[in-house]
């Protein structure tokens, strides 16, 4: 693994190059610190990933009857990806249809029940028009003495009744407007539901993407604990990363990193860090960030594997020495004996010196 992320380092970027001298008297090397650039970066493994990749599951349990779509083709938001057998389902969505376009034929309908209680209250209000004046009438002429007591009671009652039937047939026709409204809804909501249930036994795609895998064939039980496909984005990639628990406060959003591809090896990919995942796996004892490409290559498949190198800091002219003349944390050892130092950046390789000596500091190499 040292040698793995050695190879990691990207010294095409930040090279040291020492001067090596060898003490005739002791035979240990030595060497002056050197003003350089360097580069302070954290480790990571690579994976690709589709962006929004996740996993369909069935709302309910049953048969698979077939999938509906092959591994590779692409999908639309709410398209059905794999049907599960749902033959008693749909059967009750089918009556429900039926039920919903009766109720809205009575209720909307040209020959709607409604159509006909407006045509016996306009006939009634005629009525009603009618006997309102010859009431009128008849107490006109019964003010001026002229008719009988009779006639002046009957063409009352006559208008009064009519009254009444037209009352009658108003409250009729409200309520049955309400009756046959509220078995519309009924019905509307009886199909919605009864069609919903239907739903369940598909599987649709949640996003416009690609369908990356089928895990179930026709005629294996399906469960609500299992994935049936799994589906991604078809052009935006994610470079998922895995960093040590120990380098994870490192990390911040917008730092860009450099990684390669098994599949593109000679070829160094910039990404830049645009989600870091705040638990830790305690399996691995790493935390998981994301990184998006600046120019991903023309070709992307889930699963590509590499590393990479997250880039800390840098800096241009700094004192560096290698890594191997340390002795423990911060003391190295001059031709005047061990001395302190205050370190800076580091890499695997290379550490910066901040202060306790200088470039003209003879260092000596410690003993194995």
């Given at each position: 693994?040292?040698?793995?992320?050695?190879?990691?380092?990207?010294?095409?970027?930040?090279?040291?190059?020492?001067?090596?001298?060898?003490?005739?008297?002791?035979?240990?090397?030595?060497?002056?610190?050197?003003?350089?650039a360097i580069t302070e970066s954290v480790y990571t493994?690579?994976?690709?990933?589709?962006?929004?990749?996740?996993?369909?599951?069935?709302?309910?349990?049953?048969?698979?009857?077939?999938?509906?779509?092959?591994?590779?083709?692409?999908?639309?938001?709410?398209?059905?990806?794999?049907?599960?057998?749902?033959?008693?389902?749909?059967?009750?969505?089918?009556?429900?249809?039926?039920?919903?376009?009766?109720?809205?034929?009575?209720?909307?309908?040209?020959?709607?029940?409604?159509?006909?209680?407006?045509?016996?209250?306009?006939?009634?209000?005629?009525?009603?028009?009618?006997?309102?004046?010859?009431?009128?009438?008849?107490?006109?002429?019964?003010?001026?003495?002229?008719?009988?007591?009779?006639?002046?009671?009957?063409?009352?009652?006559?208008?009064?009744?009519?009254?009444?039937?037209?009352?009658?047939?108003?409250?009729?026709?409200?309520?049955?407007?309400?009756?046959?409204?509220?078995?519309?809804?009924?019905?509307?909501?009886?199909?919605?539901?009864?069609?919903?249930?239907?739903?369940?036994?598909?599987?649709?795609?949640?996003?416009?993407?690609?369908?990356?895998?089928?895990?179930?064939?026709?005629?294996?039980?399906?469960?609500?604990?299992?994935?049936?496909?799994?589906?991604?984005?078809?052009?935006?990639?994610?470079?998922?990363?895995?960093?040590?628990?120990?380098?994870?406060?490192?990390?911040?959003?917008?730092?860009?990193?450099?990684?390669?591809?098994?599949?593109?090896?000679?070829?160094?990919?910039?990404?830049?860090?645009?989600?870091?995942?705040?638990?830790?796996?305690?399996?691995?004892?790493?935390?998981?960030?994301?990184?998006?490409?600046?120019?991903?290559?023309?070709?992307?498949?889930?699963?590509?594997?590499?590393?990479?190198?997250?880039?800390?800091?840098?800096?241009?002219?700094?004192?560096?020495?290698?890594?191997?003349?340390?002795?423990?944390?911060?003391?190295?050892?001059?031709?005047?004996?061990?001395?302190?130092?205050?370190?800076?950046?580091?890499?695997?390789?290379?550490?910066?010196?901040?202060?306790?000596?200088?470039?003209?500091?003879?260092?000596?190499?410690?003993k194995e």
């Open positions: 693994m040292q040698l793995l992320r050695a190879n990691l380092t990207f010294a095409i970027l930040f090279g040291f190059n020492v001067l090596v001298m060898v003490s005739c008297g002791t035979k240990r090397e030595k060497i002056q610190p050197r003003v350089t493994s690579v994976t690709i990933q589709p962006d929004s990749l996740y996993q369909a599951y069935a709302s309910v349990s049953g048969i698979l009857d077939k999938n509906l779509k092959e591994e590779g083709d692409t999908v639309q938001k709410g398209m059905a990806i794999a049907q599960i057998i749902n033959t008693v389902p749909k059967l009750n969505t089918e009556n429900a249809r039926l039920n919903l376009e009766l109720a809205k034929k009575n209720y909307l309908g040209n020959d709607a029940v409604l159509k006909g209680l407006l045509e016996r209250i306009e006939a009634a209000e005629l009525q009603l028009y009618n006997d309102s004046l010859n009431f009128n009438r008849q107490r006109n002429l019964w003010e001026q003495n002229i008719g009988s007591q009779s006639q002046y009671d009957n063409k009352k009652l006559a208008y009064e009744l009519s009254g009444n039937n037209v009352r009658t047939l108003r409250t009729s026709y409200d309520q049955t407007r309400n009756d046959l409204e509220t078995k519309y809804k009924q019905a509307m909501n009886s199909y919605k539901n009864s069609a919903n249930t239907t739903r369940d036994f598909a599987i649709e795609s949640k996003i416009n993407g690609t369908v990356y895998a089928l895990y179930k064939n026709p005629g294996e039980i399906i469960n609500t604990m299992e994935p049936v496909a799994s589906v991604g984005s078809s052009k935006v990639f994610v470079v998922e990363m895995l960093v040590d628990e120990v380098d994870i406060v490192k990390i911040q959003l917008g730092q860009k990193a450099l990684i390669t591809l098994d599949a593109y090896p000679a070829v160094v990919f910039e990404t830049w860090i645009n989600k870091i995942y705040p638990k830790k796996d305690d399996r691995s004892q790493t935390f998981k960030i994301e990184a998006a490409f600046v120019t991903p290559p023309d070709k992307l498949y889930p699963g590509l594997s590499g590393e990479g190198n997250i880039i800390i800091q840098q800096k241009e002219d700094a004192l560096v020495i290698p890594k191997e003349y340390l002795i423990g944390n911060n003391t190295v050892e001059t031709e005047n004996g061990e001395i302190e130092i205050t370190i800076g950046l580091q890499n695997l390789q290379d550490v910066e010196v901040l202060s306790g000596i200088n470039s003209s500091t003879y260092l000596l190499k410690p």
